[in-house]
């Protein structure tokens, strides 16, 4: 069984709500050694929460492309510092203002449906030092 760990974040210039950008680390574990590093921009996303999805799925579709087969012989760990994110994926959270919903639930319901694809899959919010101590923002 292979075992692989991911770092993910996201985020966009709050004052022009433009400039949206993104970036993931995979590792090998337990040799920790990097087998992929992204960076993008995500100029589709205009907040916060949307660079952060924009980058989960960014993520989850690297995952998928690089299962063998199935990937049922892949346990996948990804670290995320948005709770927002993680809770929603998780099913904790739910979307609660119908006009962030119109506006926000193709995010939500696109990476949802990749998490659901991905066996072995596990999400952990983690505190932001951790995401730039890796990605460096």
């Avoid at 998780?90 to 193709?106: A, C, L, R, T, V």
Wanted: aromatic residues 10%; hydrophobic residues 35%.
């Amino acid at each position: 069984m292979k075992n692989r760990l991911a770092y993910v974040d996201g985020g966009c210039n709050n004052l022009t709500h433009m400039d949206a950008y993104g970036s993931y680390a995979i590792f090998d574990k337990p040799s920790e050694s990097l087998l992929d590093f992204e960076t993008f921009d995500l100029p589709h996303c205009s907040t916060n929460n949307e660079a952060e999805y924009g980058s989960m799925i960014k993520l989850l579709e690297k995952i998928k492309e690089l299962n063998d087969g199935d990937g049922l012989d892949t346990n996948w760990v990804v670290r995320c510092d948005s709770k927002l994110v993680v809770m929603q994926l998780e099913g904790y959270w739910d979307i609660k203002e119908m006009k962030k919903k119109e506006h926000f639930s193709h995010y939500v319901d696109y990476a949802k449906e990749l998490r659901d694809s991905i066996p072995n899959l596990n999400i952990h919010h983690v505190r932001r030092n951790e995401i730039v101590k890796v990605l460096g923002h």
